[in-house]
């Protein structure tokens, strides 16, 4: 059994950055793909961003593309998700997700870490 604690989110104004770190335990991460998925008041969960479990492979939602990066630390058994130029439209809760085999499927999910941008 994995566990995934997510940290990092809090509240910037509109332009500012900040780093949510995913720290895994009960496993390693080296067998897993990564994701991070938000979800915002009254909307549904939606996908933001995924590593491969190299770290050499990243894909991203069009919304977050270009402010966005997901990189990891295999040795620290961490992923992260630097968040730039931020939005009022990136309120949301965000999750990190666990992925054994690069399936496809998340196998183990975070509780969430709120971030709020103010305009």
């Known amino acids: 059994q994995m566990q995934v604690v997510e940290s990092g989110g809090g509240s910037v104004q509109a332009g500012g950055s900040l780093r949510l770190s995913c720290a895994a335990s009960g496993r390693t991460l080296g067998s897993y793909a990564m994701g991070w998925f938000r979800q915002a008041p009254g909307k549904e969960r939606e996908f933001v961003a995924t590593i491969n479990w190299s770290g050499d492979n990243t894909y991203y939602a069009d919304s977050v593309k270009g402010r966005f990066t997901i990189s990891r630390d295999n040795a620290k058994n961490t992923v992260y998700l630097q968040m730039n130029s931020l939005k009022p439209e990136d309120t949301a809760v965000y999750y990190c997700?666990?992925?054994?085999?690069?399936?496809?499927?998340?196998?183990?999910w975070g509780q969430g870490t709120q971030v709020t941008v103010s305009s």
């Open positions: 997700a666990a992925d054994f085999g690069d399936s496809g499927s998340y196998d183990y």
